[in-house]
């Protein structure tokens, strides 16, 4: 929709009064929040807008019957996540503040998920726009390119240590939030924190994603930034690592000299905005949190080959 509206040329205030000029309802504010949050639009919204954009009506029963696909699989992978979640006997009591336990696997779990509902969307609403013949403008996300970082990363297999605790690792572990379990990236000590895999893997432009391999439990993940209420902030695998766009892609900034227990030190700051993966204690299982860049000693992490 975004792609859309750039192709149209019109502002927000252009496009609400062409709508009110058919008699129909389109809010700035409420188009703004639309794009703003990527979100499924409700039908209405959707009608309005790509009339107001100048689109024939055949195009708008095309973005409209799309629009229903998009809903149909969603409704469907929700009900499948309601049926995949522990039943309430398996729920973790709750314990108030404090480090998250990691969750031991299931039989047959795969801890990468597969690209979510969200990204269905996306990608349905871009193919759309595709064959209707608009123009898409296509570029690495968003990212802008940056200068590499000033030390050399290491290349290969590495381990990511929090400079707070260097007997521990960047890994991944299950936790349970909004009475559902996650794998996302967690600290354990390095000795237990192999596998998965990690390696920094180069994304243009002097960034990297940070991606994991776990030989026993499907393939390969690549950490992403969460958004969702009960999960935001937290970062998650995912086996897609284009799927995330610039939440899933960092810029790693040397920030240090040599560390004397190994391994340059780095901050490791998301490309879509000035949030740095932290750490907010030194214990095992603690989850790894985007927060705001402060050059805190727990958004200072060693990187050195494994």
């Not at 190994?262 to 998301?270: E, H, P, S």
Request: charged letters at 25%; one cysteine or more; hydrophobic letters at 40%.
């Amino acid at each position: 929709m975004q792609r859309l509206k750039n192709a149209a040329g019109l502002t927000y205030r252009q496009l609400e009064q062409r709508a009110a000029q058919r008699g129909e309802v389109l809010a700035r504010s409420t188009l703004a929040d639309v794009l703003r949050r990527h979100t499924l639009p409700r039908d209405e919204v959707l009608t309005a807008f790509v009339r107001a954009c100048g689109r024939p009506e055949d195009e708008v029963g095309e973005w409209r019957a799309a629009r229903q696909r998009i809903a149909a699989r969603e409704a469907a992978r929700e009900a499948t996540d309601a049926a995949e979640q522990p039943s309430a006997a398996d729920a973790r009591p709750a314990t108030g503040e404090g480090p998250d336990v990691p969750v031991p696997d299931p039989p047959g779990h795969r801890p990468y998920r597969k690209r979510r509902a969200l990204m269905i969307a996306a990608a349905a609403l871009a193919a759309l726009l595709l064959a209707l013949g608009v123009r898409l403008l296509v570029g690495d996300g968003g990212v802008r390119p940056e200068a590499a970082a000033a030390a050399t990363l290491p290349t290969g297999e590495v381990r990511i240590r929090p400079l707070r605790a260097p007997d521990l690792c960047l890994t991944d572990g299950r936790v349970q939030r909004a009475h559902a379990y996650h794998t996302v990236a967690v600290q354990r000590p390095c000795t237990e924190a192999v596998p998965p895999h990690t390696h920094l893997t180069a994304a243009g432009a002097g960034l990297h994603r940070i991606q994991w391999t776990h030989p026993d439990k499907g393939g390969k993940g690549c950490l992403v930034l969460l958004r969702e209420p009960g999960v935001a902030g937290l970062l998650e695998p995912w086996d897609d690592c284009t799927a995330g766009g610039p939440a899933q892609v960092f810029r790693i900034e040397a920030v240090g000299g040599r560390a004397g227990s190994g391994g340059a030190v780095y901050r490791l700051r998301l490309s879509d905005g000035d949030r740095c993966l932290a750490l907010g204690g030194g214990g095992s299982g603690v989850t790894a949190l985007a927060r705001p860049c402060t050059g805190a000693d727990d958004q200072k992490f060693l990187i050195g080959p494994a």
